[in-house]
């Protein structure tokens, strides 16, 4: 009777393994071969909060028409050396060919410096072009401007349009770059993790598929959510895919190979392994979500989209994980992993693997490990005293494209501020009063009426400051005093503007978001391990872990790659997914330890949690590591600052704080730790009992005797 019931599972499991794989085939299909475009970001202040000052000019510029051209500045010089009659001739009859590209109704006219070393022709163009149409108008100027010029003369485009091409030129072939990068990490890392030749290929492609399928849900979200996306928002999404998609199938196939040791039948090892796993998946990918959905409450729509982008993206990851995968496990059997093929009865390798003896050494003298755990950690964090943020349109490249060289050139022989003026919109009747107190503030060179109507007046302010730079901002602050002061409810705007509207929102963003993402972990680890004590040393490590990466990072940062400072969002969502990230293989590691502890005393318990989760969780951290790492293929400093500094955290969190500080903190607490849960009040050990055919068994307890069942 027991042979056949065990038979009529199997063929049940059989079935519905290849249902849901079916199942999954045929959504993903259908949902791959949708065409659905995503809602990108139009223009420089969407990016801003809409109560903003320079976004608020901006919306009046649109309503005088003042805003309709934005100019692409065509910059004409010898590398320094002053320029020849030929060269001026030949720069005025530019500037009438380059009119010709210009918007209906606008000039092109040269500008010379007084240097007489360099010169520039402002290219009035259609505010109203959309960023990925700009690519044409922009390359038409370029080749019209450098052909046919005198020997040694050189033309360089910048300018706004331009940046905007530039910026966007890096994140062409961008998605399939980073997918290649990244499946090829991902493959490599996993032949190395389970030593067969085709075990790696299931989680790779269950991941893979859901990274496509979550591209499909996350353009399809930008229509039904509202929000924007741009090619960083996408990236980091299918990183954030592919690594949490994989370390949950890392810790779900562990889980299952140890019940194969245990159960003769998979899909009773497989329901077993969900059983078991599945809550703490659910735990780790749950807090993700919810810190991700804490930046809806960003001031900065940037964040917002990455946050809900980001969510989007690990939910579909933990579906496939949890629903897909398990089935395509099953479907193949245990010969999936050979050569080395779980079988039952099979001895649990990780008892006396290294694991083993790393959590001998870390809980066997846990005050001497602690004491050096938290001073590696706070000699790595000594840096974070001289981090700066805020990054120019000049410096968000590695390598520097036209744009930033063309601005280089101009801010040499030019006002710096020149090619990109302030803006200032007051009413008419003040407008005399405002532009004497404007042209009176240090930092600005000369003030020009630019236009306006019967109420309004927009003048423009052209600064000596470099763009983007700490003096413009400065500059641009007494600017916004000067100008308030000779007329109330004026506004100043700007590309200086705009990214010093953007500063402020970044650290409004910092100050509010990352209380509630702790607040989020905090809750999370309160309902899972049903411990204050657990829960707050856990978010203390994770918070150190992230202090610690960040000091180091940016000590390499400008020891090693000379970046001036860290991209205003690099903080906030490097503290996100290093806490949110980081506090899953913490989760991995203490759910397993409350599980041991029922069986045995806290520091036994933390131990053989340790030795039994070391190798899978470290394996998943190297990975998760070397896929957040993977953004540094993009030349872009942003992607590349987070993919470090996320990186190299996840990194410390899984081989020191993870693996040793966190079972050195629970030995010395003891059962103290699982305060005030029921395990901190008792030893008490639950009786052994017989174990039923088809029923897991306690962790630890050696095989139990019963009747094969054929699959």
């Given at each position: 009777?027991?042979?056949?019931?065990g038979?009529?599972?199997?063929?049940v499991?059989?079935?519905?393994?290849?249902?849901?794989?079916?199942?999954?085939?045929?959504?993903?299909?259908?949902?791959?071969?949708?065409?659905?475009?995503?809602?990108?970001?139009?223009?420089?202040?969407?990016?801003?909060?809409?109560?903003?000052?320079?976004?608020?000019?901006?919306?009046?510029?649109?309503q005088?028409g003042?805003?309709?051209?934005?100019?692409?500045?065509?910059?004409?010089?010898?590398?320094?050396?002053?320029?020849?009659?030929?060269?001026?001739?030949?720069?005025?009859?530019?500037?009438?060919?380059?009119?010709?590209?210009?918007?209906?109704?606008?000039?092109?006219f040269?500008?010379?410096?007084?240097?007489?070393?360099?010169?520039?022709?402002?290219?009035?163009l259609?505010?109203?072009?959309?960023?990925?149409?700009?690519?044409?108008?922009?390359?038409?100027?370029?080749?019209?401007?450098?052909?046919?010029?005198?020997?040694?003369?050189?033309?360089?485009?910048t300018g706004?349009?331009?940046?905007?091409?530039d910026?966007?030129?890096?994140?062409?072939?961008?998605?399939?770059?980073?997918?290649?990068?990244?499946?090829?990490?991902?493959?490599?890392?996993l032949?190395?993790?389970?030593?067969?030749?085709?075990?790696?290929?299931?989680?790779?492609?269950?991941?893979?598929?859901?990274?496509?399928?979550?591209?499909?849900?996350?353009?399809?979200?930008?229509?039904?959510l509202?929000?924007?996306?741009?090619?960083?928002?996408?990236?980091?999404?299918?990183?954030?895919?592919?690594?949490?998609?994989?370390?949950?199938?890392?810790?779900?196939?562990?889980?299952?190979?140890?019940?194969?040791r245990?159960?003769?039948?998979?899909?009773?090892?497989?329901?077993?392994?969900?059983?078991?796993?599945?809550?703490?998946?659910?735990?780790?990918?749950?807090?993700?979500?919810?810190?991700?959905?804490?930046?809806g409450?960003?001031?900065?729509?940037?964040?917002?989209?990455?946050?809900?982008?980001?969510?989007?993206?690990?939910?579909?990851?933990?579906?496939?994980?949890?629903?897909?995968?398990?089935?395509?496990?099953?479907?193949?059997?245990?010969?999936?992993?050979?050569?080395?093929?779980?079988?039952?009865?099979?001895?649990?390798?990780?008892?006396?693997?290294?694991?083993?003896?790393?959590?001998?050494v870390?809980?066997?003298?846990?005050w001497?490990?602690?004491?050096?755990?938290?001073?590696?950690?706070?000699?790595?964090?000594?840096?974070?005293?001289?981090?700066?943020?805020?990054?120019?349109d000049?410096?968000?490249?590695?390598?520097?494209p036209?744009?930033?060289?063309?601005?280089?050139?101009?801010?040499?022989?030019f006002?710096?501020?020149?090619?990109?003026?302030?803006?200032?919109?007051?009413?008419?009747?003040?407008?005399a009063?405002?532009?004497?107190?404007?042209?009176?503030?240090?930092?600005?060179?000369?003030?020009?009426?630019?236009?306006?109507?019967?109420?309004?007046?927009?003048?423009?302010?052209?600064?000596?400051?470099?763009?983007?730079?700490?003096?413009?901002?400065?500059?641009?602050?007494?600017?916004?005093?000067?100008?308030?002061?000779?007329a109330?409810?004026?506004?100043?705007?700007?590309?200086?503007?705009?990214?010093?509207?953007?500063?402020a929102?970044?650290?409004?963003?910092?100050?509010?978001?990352?209380?509630?993402?702790?607040?989020?972990?905090?809750?999370?680890?309160?309902?899972?391990?049903?411990?204050?004590?657990?829960?707050?040393?856990?978010?203390?490590?994770?918070v150190?872990?992230?202090?610690?990466?960040?000091?180091?990072?940016?000590?390499?940062?400008?020891?090693?790659?000379?970046?001036?400072?860290?991209?205003?969002?690099?903080?906030?969502?490097?503290?996100?997914?290093?806490?949110?990230?980081?506090?899953?293989?913490?989760?991995?590691?203490?759910?397993?330890?409350?599980?041991?502890?029922?069986?045995r005393?806290t520091?036994?318990?933390?131990?053989?949690?340790?030795?039994?989760?070391?190798?899978?969780?470290?394996?998943?951290?190297?990975?998760?590591?070397?896929?957040?790492?993977?953004?540094?293929?993009?030349?872009?400093?942003?992607?590349?600052?987070?993919?470090?500094?996320?990186?190299?955290?996840?990194?410390?969190?899984?081989?020191?704080?993870?693996?040793?500080?966190?079972?050195?903190?629970?030995?010395?607490?003891?059962?103290r730790?699982?305060?005030?849960?029921?395990?901190?009040?008792?030893?008490?050990?639950?009786?052994?009992?017989a174990?039923?055919?088809?029923?897991?068994?306690?962790?630890?307890?050696?095989?139990?005797?019963?009747?094969?069942?054929?699959?």
């Amino acid at each position: 009777m027991e042979i056949f019931q065990g038979r009529n599972k199997a063929v049940v499991g059989r079935r519905l393994s290849w249902v849901v794989v079916l199942v999954a085939v045929l959504f993903s299909g259908a949902l791959l071969a949708a065409d659905i475009s995503a809602r990108t970001a139009a223009n420089a202040t969407s990016n801003l909060p809409d109560d903003a000052e320079s976004a608020q000019a901006a919306r009046l510029q649109d309503q005088l028409g003042t805003s309709r051209f934005t100019p692409a500045i065509v910059v004409f010089d010898r590398g320094g050396d002053p320029l020849t009659g030929g060269d001026r001739a030949a720069v005025t009859a530019k500037a009438r060919e380059l009119t010709g590209l210009a918007a209906d109704g606008q000039r092109a006219f040269p500008v010379f410096a007084d240097d007489g070393a360099a010169a520039f022709v402002a290219v009035p163009l259609d505010a109203d072009t959309p960023e990925e149409d700009l690519a044409g108008p922009i390359g038409k100027i370029r080749a019209e401007a450098a052909d046919g010029l005198p020997d040694g003369l050189q033309a360089q485009v910048t300018g706004g349009p331009a940046f905007v091409v530039d910026l966007s030129q890096v994140f062409d072939g961008a998605d399939v770059t980073l997918l290649i990068t990244t499946a090829s990490v991902v493959a490599l890392l996993l032949l190395i993790t389970y030593r067969s030749p085709w075990l790696w290929l299931v989680p790779l492609t269950v991941v893979g598929v859901a990274d496509q399928v979550a591209a499909r849900l996350l353009a399809a979200g930008t229509h039904v959510l509202g929000f924007a996306t741009d090619g960083a928002t996408t990236g980091i999404t299918s990183v954030l895919v592919f690594g949490a998609g994989t370390n949950y199938a890392l810790l779900l196939i562990a889980r299952y190979r140890e019940e194969l040791r245990r159960e003769e039948s998979r899909y009773a090892a497989m329901r077993i392994a969900m059983g078991r796993a599945a809550p703490a998946i659910l735990a780790s990918s749950g807090t993700v979500v919810l810190a991700l959905l804490c930046l809806g409450l960003a001031d900065n729509p940037s964040s917002r989209s990455i946050g809900l982008a980001g969510a989007i993206g690990i939910v579909t990851a933990v579906v496939y994980a949890l629903l897909v995968l398990p089935a395509a496990l099953t479907v193949f059997g245990r010969r999936l992993f050979w050569p080395f093929v779980p079988r039952l009865g099979q001895a649990e390798p990780t008892e006396t693997g290294v694991w083993s003896r790393v959590a001998r050494v870390a809980t066997g003298r846990p005050w001497l490990v602690s004491a050096a755990g938290v001073l590696v950690l706070a000699v790595l964090a000594l840096p974070l005293a001289g981090v700066r943020t805020g990054l120019s349109d000049t410096e968000q490249f590695r390598a520097k494209p036209e744009s930033v060289t063309g601005q280089q050139v101009l801010a040499e022989h030019f006002p710096a501020g020149a090619s990109q003026p302030t803006s200032v919109l007051t009413p008419a009747e003040s407008a005399a009063s405002v532009r004497r107190a404007v042209a009176a503030v240090d930092g600005v060179q000369r003030v020009d009426r630019a236009g306006g109507d019967d109420e309004t007046v927009e003048l423009t302010a052209v600064l000596d400051t470099e763009p983007g730079s700490r003096a413009a901002f400065d500059t641009v602050e007494s600017v916004r005093a000067a100008a308030q002061g000779a007329a109330a409810g004026t506004l100043v705007g700007g590309s200086d503007a705009e990214a010093l509207d953007a500063e402020a929102a970044a650290q409004h963003d910092q100050r509010l978001v990352i209380p509630l993402i702790l607040g989020v972990v905090l809750v999370v680890l309160l309902l899972l391990l049903r411990s204050v004590v657990a829960a707050v040393v856990l978010v203390l490590t994770v918070v150190a872990t992230f202090a610690a990466s960040l000091g180091a990072s940016w000590w390499a940062f400008r020891h090693w790659w000379d970046f001036p400072a860290l991209d205003l969002g690099v903080p906030l969502l490097s503290f996100l997914f290093l806490v949110a990230l980081g506090v899953d293989y913490n989760i991995f590691l203490t759910t397993r330890a409350r599980e041991e502890a029922f069986q045995r005393d806290t520091v036994p318990a933390i131990s053989r949690a340790l030795a039994v989760t070391g190798g899978v969780i470290t394996s998943a951290g190297i990975l998760l590591a070397a896929v957040f790492t993977v953004l540094g293929v993009l030349p872009l400093i942003t992607l590349t600052q987070i993919g470090l500094i996320v990186g190299f955290g996840v990194l410390l969190d899984t081989l020191l704080v993870r693996s040793v500080l966190v079972p050195a903190l629970v030995a010395l607490l003891g059962r103290r730790f699982w305060w005030p849960g029921e395990l901190s009040r008792t030893d008490r050990r639950p009786a052994p009992r017989a174990v039923e055919v088809g029923e897991a068994q306690p962790a630890g307890a050696g095989p139990a005797t019963r009747r094969p069942t054929r699959e």
